[in-house]
Nanobody
Framework: VQLQASGGGLVQAGGSLRLSCAASGRTLSNHVMGWFRQAPGKEREFVAAIRWGATWYADSVKGRFTFSRDNAQNTVYLQMNSLKPEDTAVYYC???????????????????WGQGTLVTVSS
């Protein structure tokens, strides 16, 4: 499956952005979808995942970010509210087929990745 992430940009602290990840080549409805991010000089880290109607979030974004999916559009979304400067990173969407739930926060569980979209939060 090919993934195309979009929606990044520059926003002030406290603001909001919505990231989108459109898929082609395969339907997403049967995949686990994830968002990861990588800040400058840091390792890529888990942000959120969705499987059917269930969602998982990193503690750092819980209550501020919402992950949703539109199976008809074969697209997933990450609504990011109350953004903080520490949310600044390149955000990547990922897809995995047959992921074991205990590994849903792990990079290695996902086999398809989008190109990343940059989110910059100014203070």
């Amino acid at each position: 499956v090919q993934l195309q992430a979009s929606g990044g940009g520059l926003v002030q602290a406290g603001g909001s952005l919505r990231l989108s990840c459109a898929a082609s080549g395969r339907t997403l409805s049967n995949h686990v979808m994830g968002w990861f991010r990588q800040a400058p000089g840091k390792e890529r880290e888990f942000v959120a995942a969705i499987r059917w109607g269930a969602t998982w979030y990193a503690d750092s974004v819980k209550g501020r970010f919402t992950f949703s999916r539109d199976n008809a559009q074969n697209t997933v979304y990450l609504q990011m509210n109350s953004l903080k400067p520490e949310d600044t990173a390149v955000y990547y969407c990922a897809a995995g087929d047959g992921i074991i739930l205990t590994t849903i926060r792990q990079i290695r569980a996902y086999d398809s990745w989008g190109q990343g979209t940059l989110v910059t939060v100014s203070s």
